[in-house]
């Protein structure tokens, strides 16, 4: 199915360890973006990517990084894990022009221990 | 940054009866669009207004999007057991990218 996809869907790291969160839209989109949800907070952005080879800060960019490889795929990346990172993480993706609405991915579940 | 208050934080109501949610912010949004959230998955567009003043519908749901621009509502009519989950507003500005969602209503339907 046409979509959002991100890998993986769980994982734990120890403070400190590094990760990258992979996201990858099948649409043509050219707007991704990443965001965290935690309890009772909503949604917020962390960064996002207008298009392809361009990279803007969100609301909450502080320890995270992130690479927009291709069309299709926009990583974020924890350099050094802290327990303020546990979160559940989203990307989504649009189409320009197109102000219908985010397509959201099922979320990757992160802790920090 | 930008702001919404989205109301009520939770709601536990009877199988059938409607149910109304708003969201008020201190900006002006261009895009007003509504998400309901089910346990382990992302948010699912559900309706997406573009004008002041627009009411728009999507079978059991209508919903409105302020007239000054700063607010919306959300009704869900004769509501059923898979209405259960966390609705969330979220607006976009003019010449900002990405979305300011709201905290979420947490819908509970009691048997």
């Known amino acids: 199915n046409a979509g959002v996809t991100q890998t993986p869907k769980f994982q734990v790291l120890k403070t400190g360890q590094s990760m990258t969160l992979q996201c990858a839209q099948d649409?043509?989109?050219?707007?991704m973006y990443w965001y965290r949800q935690d309890p009772g907070m909503g949604l917020r952005l962390i960064y996002y990517s207008a298009s392809e080879g361009t990279t803007d800060k969100g609301e909450v960019p502080n320890g995270y990084n992130v690479s927009r490889l291709n069309k299709r795929e926009f990583s974020l990346r924890l350099e050094s894990a802290a327990p303020s990172q546990t979160s559940v993480y989203f990307c989504?993706?649009?189409?320009?022009?197109?102000?219908?609405?985010?397509?959201f991915g099922s979320g990757t579940r992160l802790t920090v221990v | 940054g930008q702001q919404l208050n989205q109301s009520p934080q939770s709601m536990f109501i009877q199988e059938g009866e409607d149910v109304s949610m708003n969201c008020t912010s201190s900006?002006?949004?261009?895009?007003w669009l509504w998400y309901k959230q089910d346990p382990g998955e992302g948010p699912v567009l559900l309706i997406a207004?573009?004008?002041?003043?627009e009411l728009t519908s999507n079978g059991r749901l209508t919903a409105q999007f302020g007239i000054t621009r700063k607010d919306s509502f959300l009704n869900i009519s004769a509501s059923i057991p898979s209405d259960v989950g966390i609705y969330f507003c979220?607006?976009?500005?003019?010449?900002?990218?990405?979305?300011?969602f709201g905290k979420g209503t947490h819908l509970i339907i009691q048997p």
């Open positions: 979220a607006g976009r500005g003019g010449g900002a990218d990405g979305l300011t």
């Open positions: 989504a993706s649009r189409s320009t022009g197109a102000d219908y609405g985010y397509t």
């Open positions: 900006s002006i949004f261009n895009t």
């Open positions: 207004l573009y004008k002041a003043g």
């Open positions: 649409m043509n989109h050219n707007s």
